[in-house]
Every structure is written in C-alpha cells, then in structure tokens.
C-alpha cells in the first residue's frame, strides 16, 4: 500500500501520469543502453560507457515509476496528516517554554492553526473550495502575570522542513498588536488571510497570519489578548 504523502496534495492527475510516462521512457532507454552496452564492453570501455549511461536511465525511471504511483490527497485528507504532523512536531509546548500550568492560569491559552499563505511556496484550491498551502503553522500564547509567553511551529509539508520559535515578553514592550487584510497571487489564484503584526519596543515585530474558515474567531482572540496586554500595562 502507497504511503500518503501531504506533498502528492500540490500533484494532479496530469503530473501522475507525467511521472508514469517518464518512468516507462527512462526503464525502456536504461535497457536499450545496457543491452547495446555489454557487446560494446571490449571496445576501448564504449560499452562501459553505454552500461553506465543504462543504469542512469533505469534510476531514473524508477524514481519516476514511483513517483507515478502517488495518489492526489482531498483537502480533508491533507488536513489531517498536517495537522496531525504540526501537532506531533510541536510536543509538550509548556514544557519547551519552560513553563508550568500553575504559572500560565491567568486566562485560556490563545492557540491558532492556519496555513501561512505569505511564506508558502504552493497552494490549492481543495474539492472543497477551501485554498491550503504547503506552510501550516502553529502558534501557541500563554500569559503569565507579567509577560506573554510565545511559540510557533512552522510545518513545510513539501521537504518536512520545520522551525521552532519560542520568545516572551513582557507586557509593558508589546507597543501594539495590528490585524491587517493580506493577500497573495499563486498561479493566477489569490488568497486573501488575516495578517497580525505584535510591535515590540525594541523595533521589533513578530507576524502571525490567520487563515480559513476559523479565521473570524481567531480575530475575536487577538482583540481579547489586545484588551488583556492593554490592562496589565497601566
């Protein structure tokens, strides 16, 4: 049985069968050289050449072979292998930030899950209508007495690329929390998402980009930490 992959999401049926045709091609080129090759072998190494030349092709066309073999992910069956790689990836956050519960009671963590449209390299427009991109992120904030505690994970369901940030600041250097409207052009399509910049006092910002269909409610959590960072600094 084919192991899904979340990146045969981004394929078609058109690149599947791409990858089949290649993969014939390259095993049909790899024994046409291999065979021409060994009569060739005593022939100043020509045949040494063509068997090379042979094995090459038969690499590659069984790595298009297999490649030909993936299977074009629905959007609901993409979510679940994203969401269960980001959540499988980020662990025990508390303890990454080296937290305890009884330190961060003040209000409910504020979590979000969205795809990172901004610095996603792919997107698709599911069956569903619903756009996703190959960047999913995980961001988690916890709030003590004095300082907000930060951590994102950053998921690349492409190369299984991953980036951890944990940061904390305290409540008097969160100078302003903005959401802005973004949106970016992939192959004529344009997704449009939510863009939170946090400016810190040090000139610093840290952006968090809200998508889907959760997006309105994750904005009703950024104005209630905006309410909560706003009180604790007079």
Known sequence: MEIKKTS?????IEDIARFKRKGVAGL??????????VPLLFLYGLGFVFILCGIAFLITGSNYRRRGKAQVLRGDEYDSLVYELV???GGNILQKLGLDTSEVQLIKPICFICFNFLESQKCKVGEDGVPRSNIIDKTVMFFTENEMHFYK???NSINNEIRETTKIWFYKDIMSIEINNGNKIFDRETVCYLE?????ANGKEETIILSGEKADEYKESVNAMRYLIKEHRE
């Open 28 to 37: 049909v080129w790899g024994i046409i050289f291999i065979v021409v090759g």
């Open 87 to 89: 959540n499988q990836k």
């Open 8 to 12: 045969d999401y981004f394929l078609n």
């Open 196 to 200: 939170v910049k946090i400016s810190l």
């Open 153 to 155: 994970i950053s998921c």
